[in-house]
């Protein structure tokens, strides 16, 4: 399971869940892409989907769904489904325990599961986390954003269920979005104000890229041991 999210507000993370989502469907994966975003939901307008939601995901935490009445397949990518988030509940309707039900059920059909969460540490953020095996955080190339971020990479390796179960943390990977390496050029404290800024346990180059996915499935990747 996937988790994008970030501490700051309009950094991409919805772009960047359905850009990632559609990529791992169109390598062969099958794909879930969950919005957690209770009250202003967003994914399904990424997905083309918005016309074609009836019911959500909290139709599903409540009993009023079953889980395959609520996931909308992919018109174009057969490998993609969406559950979309409530667009009318409060956020306290993701219990912990019906958010855990939800993606053990997902966790068994699908080989990665990419959880759209809001911003900051609010309840929605906090369940997509919780569950998380990678977390995906999102930043802008500004010291708000910066700060914010690395707070996000703390609360993932600490609130996390593997934390609480010891096992091995949750993989964390930054992705720097409205990146300029123009603008960057120009301002030669930039680099140093960012190492400075965050206190992350990885080494961070702003020119490597790591990826999620080998680029090519395995042959038997609907049969993943380990699902993400």
């Known amino acids: 399971m996937v988790c994008v999210t970030s501490g700051k507000g309009g950094v991409g993370k919805t772009t ?4 990632l989502a559609m990529g791992l469907a169109e390598r062969g994966f099958r794909v879930c892409a969950v919005d957690f975003d209770i009250g202003l939901r967003n994914l399904d307008l ?7 939601i009836v019911f959500d995901f909290v139709n599903v935490i409540q009993s009023e769904c079953k889980l395959h009445q609520a996931l909308i397949k992919d018109r174009h990518q057969p490998n993609l489904f969406m559950l979309a988030a409530s667009q009318t509940r ?10 855990e039900q939800v993606i053990e059920q ?16 609010e309840n929605g953020a906090t369940q997509a986390m919780r569950h998380a095996d990678i977390a995906l955080v999102c930043t802008n190339p500004e010291l ?8 996000m990479l703390s609360i993932v390796a600490s609130k996390s269920k593997r934390a609480e179960l010891n096992q091995e943390p949750v993989q964390p990977y930054l992705l720097i979005t409205r990146y300029h390496p123009d603008r960057v050029a120009m ?6 104000t960012l190492t400075l800024t965050l206190n992350l346990t990885m080494t961070l180059t702003l020119t490597r ?4 996915a080998d680029p090519s ?9 380990r699902r993400r």
């Open 16 to 19: 960047t869940s359905a850009s």
């Open 46 to 52: 990424h997905l083309g989907c918005e016309r074609r």
């Open 209 to 212: 890229t790591r990826t999620l």
């Open 90 to 99: 409060d956020k306290t309707a993701l219990t912990a325990e019906g958010v």
């Open 144 to 151: 708000s954003s910066v700060r914010d971020s690395d707070k």
């Open 187 to 192: 301002d030669r404290h930039f680099p140093l």
């Open 106 to 121: 997902l966790r068994s059909s699908f080989d990665y599961i990419i959880c759209d969460s809001p911003a900051g540490i």
């Open 217 to 225: 499935p395995s042959p038997n990747h609907g049969q993943h041991a």
